[in-house]
Structure formats: C-alpha cells, structure tokens
C-alpha cells in the first residue's frame, strides 16, 4: 500500500499468516511466493498507520507544508519475506509504483514502522542500525533490542520484555505465588523472557521456577506430550507462558487430552488476547487466566476512516486494490468476478463491492481494545514529532556539525534518529510518549482477566495495571473484578513449601529449589516474629522466648519474696522471734528484783535479749527483691548483731566462772576485773571488732544485687553478691571463734555448784550455735539464687531461737510457773543440798 508525499515513511506489517515458496528448482526467473490467510487484525494495523498519516497531513501545527506518504508491506509473519521488504524499503529499490499520474518512481524512506516479531526486528534492525536508519516497532518485545550499542537506530512504542518479566513478578509477589512452572517459545522472544525472568526471580527473591520448558515449533506431539506431563506431575499450580498464540493452540490440544486442570494461566502479551484460544472447548482450562496486555487506547475517528474501506474506489485513492479485495472477501465471504472454479456451483456468493460494512459483525471495526493499533498510532506520531522538531531547527543553532541542522532536501536518516531520542508528547488518550536512553517507551501494561460466564460466554477484561513510577514498578489490581476458575472463587495457592510461621525458620532442602524447605522451630532463648524467617534471633538478656517463640516476653524474676508461702513463714518466725524476746524482756524487767533475774546477771541478760532481738529482725533483711542497701545492711547487721549476742554469752561465762573462783578462798581479787564496767567494755570491744571488719568489707568490695541468669535460662534471679569472699568469711569466723570460746569455757563450768549452772545452759545454747552454722556453710555454698537466702535466714532463725529458748526458757518457767522456787533461799538451798 503506497501513499505520495514529500516525506515517505515505510511499514512492515502481518497481513497473511501463512506463505508458500514456489519450487525454483524447474523455473529460469525467481518466483515471489505466495501469501494467504487474512489477518484481519493486522490489516487493520496497516490501516491505523494510513489513518495516522492522514489525520498528521490534516493537522496544520504538525508538520505545516509538509505531506506525509507511506509505504507499507506485507511480511506474511516470514523472517525472509518481511527482511527483503525492510532492506527494499530502506534502499530505494523497491518496485516502482504509480503514485499519482505526474510522478512514477521511489521517494526517500526516512523511517520504518516495524516489525511486530522480536526475531524480525532483530535482523532488520541489526542492517539499518549500519546505516542509522530509525526503525520503530510496535510489538517486538525482546530486552535484547534495548542494546545500543548493537541497535543504537531502534526505538519502539511497547514496553520491553524486561518490563513485562518484572510486571509478571509483581503479580506473582502479590500473590504469593512462589512455585511456577515457566513455558516458551523457541525464539528470540521467548528465550529472551526465560532468560530475564530467571535472572530478575532471583533479584526479587520472589520464588522459584518449578520447571522450564521450550515449547517446540509445530505440532510435535511426542515432545508437546512430555512437556504436559511435566505440568501435571508438578505442584506448581501457576503456568506462566511467554508464547505466541500458535504455540498455545498446539499446546491446549495436548493439555485438554491429557485433562490438566486446576492451573491458573499466566499469558504474556503475545497471546493475551488471542480471541482463537477463548472457545467453549478451551475455556474450561483457560478461564481465570491474568495476562499482560498492551496498553490499550482510543483513537477518535479510526473507525470513520476505516468504513470509507471500499474496494470499488480502487481508482480514486491509493490503497493496494489486491489486499482491499482480500479484505472485502474475507469479510463477507464472497469472492470477485471471476471467482474460483466452482465456486458459485458451490453456493458461493460474488462479491458487489457496495456490501455495507456496519452490517456486518467483525472484529476490524471493534475499536474498544486498540493494542497494537494505539502503539503503531504512537510509533507514526513519534516519527512525526520528530521531523516536526528537526524542521524547526534555527540556522546556525543546529546540534549537527557547525551548529547546522536538518533539511527536507538533504535530510538523512540519521538526523531523524538524534530527534527521535528526543521527542516528547501527549496523545489525546492522554499518554505520554518519550523514549529512554535505551529507545524504549515509557512503560506501562495492563492486567488482563479471562473470564468465562455459565452460559458459555467470554469476556477479556482489564483488572488493573503495571507502570513504571518513581517507586518502582506499580501494580494495581482491582481484585474483585477478577474471576477464579476455582471452586473456591479464590486465588490459588502455588507454592513448593508452605510459609513458615513465626517462631520458625527456615530450612533448605538439601539439592532443591530454595523455595522447598523445612519449617525448624526456634531453639529456647531466640524467636522469630516475621514469616519465612531466615533466622532466629537470640532475645536481650533480660528477656526470654515465649512458648509459641514468636516474641521475648521478659524473665521471670526469682527472689526470696514476702509474697510466697515461704517468705511469708520466714517472716511469721522472725516477728514470732522479736516478740518472744519482747515479752521475755518484759517479764525480766517486771522481775529484775527476784533472786534468778539478779542471780543471772541482769544488765547482760537485758543485753543479750536486745541483740538476739535484733537478729530476729536482721533476718527480713534477706526477704524481698535485692537492693544496694539491703545487700550492703543485711550481713552487716547480721554479723554485728550475733557477735554482740555472743559477747554477751562469752562475757557472761567469764562471770560465772570468776563468781565460782572468787567463792573460793584466796580468789577474792578475781571479781575486780568482771565489774560492770569491764563488763560492758569487753562486749563493746568485741562488737566493735565485727563492726570494723564489716566496715572494711563494705569499704573494699561491697556487697551489691546481681542478676544471675546462669541457674535458669528462663529466669533471672536476684541475688547479693557477697563482693568479698575473704570478708564473708572473715565475719564468720569471727562469730565462730567467739562461739566456739563460749563453749569451751561453758564446757569447763558445767560442773559448777548449782547456784552457778547458768553455764550448762549456755554450754548447751552454744552447743546448738554451732550445730547450726557448722551445717549452714556447706548447704549455702551449694544452695542456688533464693534458697540460699532461705538457708541463711533459717540458719539466724534457728540459733537465735536456739540461743532464746536454752537460755531464757528455764528461768522464764521458774519466773513464771514455779514462783517459790524463785528465791533466794530456795537457790542457796539447792546448794547446800547437793554440797
């Protein structure tokens, strides 16, 4: 189809799906071969260039006093054909035609709007791109046509295949879709697209090809076979096909024989639309399929322009009346005189020429979904503005070499390419247009859903879109627009290992996709709070996995509390203890005046009792949660309180004995050292010895709290570090060596006249002391956290009540129960008794 005009610009298009080579073998002159097959659709392609040139020749503010011509050829979907008509087209030495009745001969072709095959465009682009000769597709998809430096004249209006591979990966993250099985075609379109989508999966960390599979050329049955059985056996349950609708046709036939259903279809834009495959046979398979489609656009007036088609204006305007003729006759299948042999014997209608198209139902006059025809109109417009810009050019200001520009008689194809890179407009849909450094144009897709009604009808409609933003890759999808052919009505799950949960991670499987993997539960102390954890982290120190191990909850805390059972008895004891010694204080203060207060030493009883009431209340110094002041007052007040209560016990001993020495003849003088003042200056010393002892211990390595988590993982207990073993120690063995005097010298004054057998009870007060804290070292060193606060405090519980009970029970029960034996006479009676 040829058009006049200043500047001629060429197209290739699909106008016949098939062609035939004649046999050259028997024939002296070549032979041109033979197409047929009608595509509708792409003669309407073909026809949206012609509109476009048309509607810009029309357009005074593009490209004023300049007429746009075309020339368009038929590739009959052959590498060969489509190749020849490319190289004619951009030599000149196509064949001469009649363009109008002054004129005979070839315009200069400045660029080229084609071709729709990746494969085709590869090898034409790959000659013009010698001679910078810009060719623009509008359908050939292959992210290897976006390398410049191999195609540095090649731009086109569809997104590229990288584009579309990463736009499937959206729809598949969004979904979850992790399993998928990969299906292509042998060509550069489809091995290119397997090539990028592996390489970008693996960028997106998105999920994992169950299997790929090259989908042959024709119809071989063996290996269409195998390549369906693999789809059958596999659990991948997303099919993702970058084919082109013959591939699909072929394949479909063996997926029906074989019965594979419950697979959701992902098309490529190949095949997206491809109204063959949305039959009643195939839709129970192919319903629900999503796909990527071309962007879809309005072209206001193409369909006014494409009823003025008529072949009997042959002569008035410039079409080809062979293609017109084929169009007429594939429309109302009718033939022109003369018809084939047999035709009208067969019922064949002849064709007038005046049939009305509007009355006709076909799918040329369908503009509600212009794909293709939307990107050829951008292609032409493209190639528009582009001249538009270089003609504007200003003398002197030009980009070219002296600052020269383009002109209309000396324009190279090379010139148009500089502007082509820069062109920038609006379409009246609104879209812009601009190409890339790459020559690519702005991307952008749509999402397409099959769907497949219950009374058999079918429907390609859009459910969202993938563009390119300043985020990224965009997907919006409008989910409930789209239909499940699933008994659920809901998306399917596809994946090789089910998410894990958190409080898991993950596991590879040894020699398998990195999609199929073990769910491992997190190990005690560490948890995972997302899904598909890689890992599990370990949780801060203070805090400790729950049960499900999704979250650190904090430790439980351990310590010796007033709330628990045993912290509330230990209490209970302690205040019964203090009071005890309240009372027995009492009773000795209200009875200082008889004979067993005043024979028993009274102010060194008052004494004793005082202290050993104070190591009653020590012992609450080990109850409750550990602080600075309680570690540091707790041994502190214990050590000073029992070696005060000792002191008094030891000095009390040293009385009895010198009382019984002094008794005796020549011992008067003994009395003189053991008055009251010695008395009460001896425990001073003594207490004042565990005071500094404690004082250089706090001073040099305080006591201080501390967590331990080292006994339970799950636990922290608080304890008081003793800071200083060597100062524990040292208040220990002061108090036993204190102790262990009391004894000796009690043992030694058992015997005494019973006037003086305060000393068996004080040996025998002693006696039980030591018992207690000979048992208490081994046990504290071996009890852990709380327990041994437990041992401590009933190792102070236990000698102090030891200590009260030996000494203070027999003379509160003589005070108390036996009053006549409380006095004087009834004691110096027991003497002189026994003497």
């Known amino acids: 189809m040829h058009k006049a005009g200043d500047v001629v610009l060429g197209g290739v298009f699909e106008i016949h799906f098939f062609s035939v080579f004649p046999d050259q073998s028997f024939i002296s002159e070549p032979q041109e071969p033979t197409c047929y097959g009608f595509d509708v659709l792409g003669f309407r ?28 050829y038929d590739n009959c979907v052959q590498l060969g054909i489509g190749f020849r008509a490319a190289l004619s087209l951009a030599s000149g030495q196509e064949e001469k035609v009649v363009l109008d009745e002054t004129c005979v001969g070839t315009p200069p072709i400045l660029g080229i709007v084609g071709d729709s095959s990746s494969t085709r465009s590869i090898a034409i682009s790959t000659v013009y791109s010698l001679y910078r000769v810009p060719l623009v597709s509008y359908f050939a998809t292959c992210s290897c046509l976006s390398d410049r430096q191999k195609f540095p004249s090649f731009f086109r209006t569809i997104p590229s295949d990288a584009f579309q591979v990463r736009a499937m990966i959206q729809i598949l993250s969004h979904f979850g879709w992790t399993w998928t099985g990969l299906l292509v075609s042998g060509d550069d379109y489809g091995l290119h697209a397997a090539r990028s989508f592996q390489s970008d999966l693996v960028q997106a960390g998105g999920g994992c090809l ?47 024989k074989q019965n594979v259903t419950g697979l959701q279809w992902m098309a490529s ?30 072209i206001p ?54 049939e009305d198209l509007e009355n006709v139902e076909t799918e040329f006059l369908d503009i509600s979904n212009l794909r293709p025809e939307y990107n050829v109109y951008k292609a032409v417009y493209a190639l528009a503005y582009a001249l538009d810009n270089m003609l504007q050019c200003e003398s002197g200001r030009g980009p070219f070499s002296g600052h020269s520009c383009g002109n209309l008689q000396r324009l190279e194809p090379w010139q148009l390419v500089y ?14 247009v601009s190409f890339d450094e790459n020559g690519d144009a702005l991307p952008i897709y749509d999402v397409m859903n099959w769907l497949w009604f219950p009374d058999g009808r079918t429907k390609v409609q859009n459910v969202g879109a993938v563009k390119e933003s300043v985020k990224g890759e965009e997907l919006i999808l409008d989910e409930d627009k789209i239909f499940w052919n699933f008994e659920s009505k809901q998306p399917p799950q596809s994946v090789c290992s089910k998410s894990c949960p958190p409080g898991t991670r993950m596991a590879r499987k040894k020699g398998e996709p990195e999609c199929c993997f073990e769910c491992i539960p997190c190990s005690e102390g560490k ?23 999704d979250h650190c909850v904090p430790k439980k805390t351990e310590f010796l509390s007033y709330q628990e059972p045993l912290g509330i008895c230990l209490t209970t004891a302690s205040l019964l203890g203090t009071f005890i010694c309240a009372v027995v204080l009492g009773i000795f203060i209200y009875y200082r005046s008889t004979p067993m207060v005043r024979a028993n030493n009274s102010e060194l009883s008052f004494h004793l009792l005082l202290s050993l009431k104070l190591c009653f209340l020590c012992s609450l110094l080990f109850i409750g949660r550990p602080r600075l002041w309680t570690c540091q007052l707790r041994h502190a007040a214990f050590g000073i309180s029992f070696v005060l209560s000792v002191s008094c016990i030891l000095v009390k001993t040293m009385v009895v004995l010198a009382v019984f020495r002094a008794s ?49 993982n799950d636990k922290i207990v608080y304890e008081c570090v003793v800071g200083s073993t ?5 208040l220990l063995g002061y108090i036993g060596l204190l102790a262990i005097l009391s004894f000796l010298l009690a043992f030694l004054a058992r015997n005494l006249p019973d006037s003086f057998n305060e000393a068996k009870l004080i040996t025998f007060s002693m006696l039980i002391f030591c018992a207690v804290w000979v048992a208490f070292v081994p046990a504290y060193i071996s009890s852990p956290g709380k327990y041994a606060d437990v041992l401590e405090v009933f190792a102070i519980l236990a000698s102090s009540f030891g200590l009260l009970v030996a000494l203070f029970g027999p003379k509160c029960y003589i005070i108390l129960l036996r009053p006549e034996r409380n006095t004087k006479k009834a004691i110096m009676g027991r003497k002189t008794k026994r003497t």
Not at 693 to 706: G, N, Q, R
Request: with cysteine; net charge negative; proline share 5%.
């Open 419 to 432: 502007y082509l890179e820069k062109v920038n407009f609006t379409t009246p849909f609104g879209d812009q």
């Open 527 to 549: 948890i995972s709070n997302k899904t598909d954890s890689m890992e599990c982290t370990s949780c801060p120190e203070d805090f400790w996995s729950n049960a499900q191990r």
């Open 210 to 256: 169950a299997y790929l599979e090259v989908l042959p050329w024709g119809n071989d049955q063996v290996e269409l076979r195998r390549i369906v059985d693999v789809m059958r056996k596999s659990t991948a349950r997303v099919v993702i096909v970058f084919a082109h609708e013959s591939h699909m046709i072929n394949l479909m036939e063996e997926v029906v």
């Open 45 to 72: 392609q073909a026809q949206t260039m012609a509109f476009a040139i048309d509607e810009i020749n029309r357009n005074s503010n593009l490209l004023p006093n300049v007429t746009l011509g075309y020339s368009l």
């Open 301 to 354: 007036g193409l369909r006014d322009f494409l009823l003025k088609i008529r072949p009997d204006l042959q002569h008035n305007n410039s079409y080809g009346n062979s293609i017109v003729n084929q169009f007429w006759e594939d429309t109302f299948q009718c033939r022109f005189a003369p018809p084939p042999l047999g035709w009208v014997e067969a019922g064949g209608a002849l064709c007038t020429g005046n």
């Open 726 to 730: 060597v100062g524990f120690a040292v």
């Open 664 to 712: 005796k003849p020549g011992g008067g003088d003994s009395l003189k050292w053991f008055g009251v003042l010695q008395q009460r200056g001896t425990v001073m010393v003594l207490t004042s010895i565990q005071a500094a002892i404690c004082t250089a211990w706090l001073v040099s390595a305080s006591p201080a709290p501390h967590k331990n988590t080292q006994y339970h």
């Open 269 to 298: 834009e190949a095949w997206t639309s491809a109204a063959v495959l949305q039959t009643p046979h195939l839709m129970p398979y192919l319903g629900g399929t999503l796909g990527i489609a071309i962007r879809r656009g309005e």
